[in-house]
């Protein structure tokens, strides 16, 4: 059970920041429903490229497909960054398939800079320490233009904020400059999910059992689906890019 810690402060949180751009417009509210949903009220008004907004507490926290969150004050961080803009290097499905990716990844190095503890992950961005999900990121996005996309990345975690805001600037900063080559190799070095069985649960289509195999070069996750009988031919692999990823005991 996590003891509550200090309230978080502007002050504590700028002495340690050592972005360029993330969190140098910083909203801090001891209670939001929620801080997505402010978040992606301030980017309609024109907030700047890496404003982000902690809470204390979300009354009213969510994750994918709407799903409650959980948000008590004084355990956890909930925060999140408008992201503005995504270079020349990506197509934009590319940058919007990839950035709940390398954010997933952002947070695991941060934890482990600060804490010594390796996270895994679980495809696409749940946090794992020892198969339990100890953390959660949900990204949501609108697009102005196909040159300005606007992307809002929620996370909720135990974790120093300042790191994570400067590990997320740095993986996002390769992104848009390099690709996802050398993001792509760290995020499957972490991935849990590769090599696993796993049942893929789609909103609207028939779940599917197979083997996690590889990550896509626009981060889809490939399931090679179980043959109906061991003798029959090899099944072809499955793109997988937005579903529920179970992972299925050996």
């Known amino acids: 059970m996590s ?6 402060s502007l002050d504590r949180i700028r ?6 751009s993330l969190g140098h417009t910083l909203y801090l509210h001891q209670e939001l429903p929620s801080t997505n949903t402010e978040a992606a009220a ?3 008004a024109g907030a700047p490229h890496g404003t982000v907004v902690i809470a204390e507490r979300q009354s009213s926290g969510y994750g994918r497909h709407g799903r409650a969150w959980f948000s008590p004050p004084g355990l956890n961080i909930y925060c999140s960054i408008i992201v503005r803009g995504m270079g020349e290097n990506l197509s934009l499905s590319q940058w919007l398939s990839w950035v709940p990716l390398v954010s997933a990844l952002a947070v695991t190095e941060a934890i482990q800079q600060t804490t010594a503890v390796s996270l895994s992950l679980k495809w696409p961005n749940d946090l794992l320490l020892h198969e339990r999900k100890v953390g959660g990121i949900l990204c949501e996005s609108s697009v102005a233009t196909t040159n300005d ?3 809002v ?9 300042a790191q994570l805001l400067l590990e997320l600037e740095q993986c996002l900063g ?6 996802s080559v050398r993001l792509r190799q760290a995020y499957t070095a972490r991935c849990a999910t590769l090599g696993r069985h796993v049942r893929v649960l789609f909103t609207n289509d028939h779940p599917i059992v197979g083997i996690a195999e590889a990550l896509s070069a626009d981060g889809a996750l490939q399931v090679r689906t179980v ?4 003798r029959s031919q090899p099944m072809p692999l499955v793109d997988v890019r937005a579903a529920d990823v179970i992972h299925l005991r050996e």
């Open 3 to 8: 003891l509550s810690s200090a309230p978080l």
């Open 15 to 20: 002495s340690t920041l050592a972005t360029e």
């Open 42 to 44: 301030l980017a309609r």
């Open 149 to 151: 996309p606007v992307v």
């Open 153 to 161: 990345i929620g996370i909720g975690l135990n974790v120093n904020i």
């Open 174 to 179: 390769e992104l848009r400059s390099s690709g």
């Open 227 to 230: 043959p109906p009988h061991s």
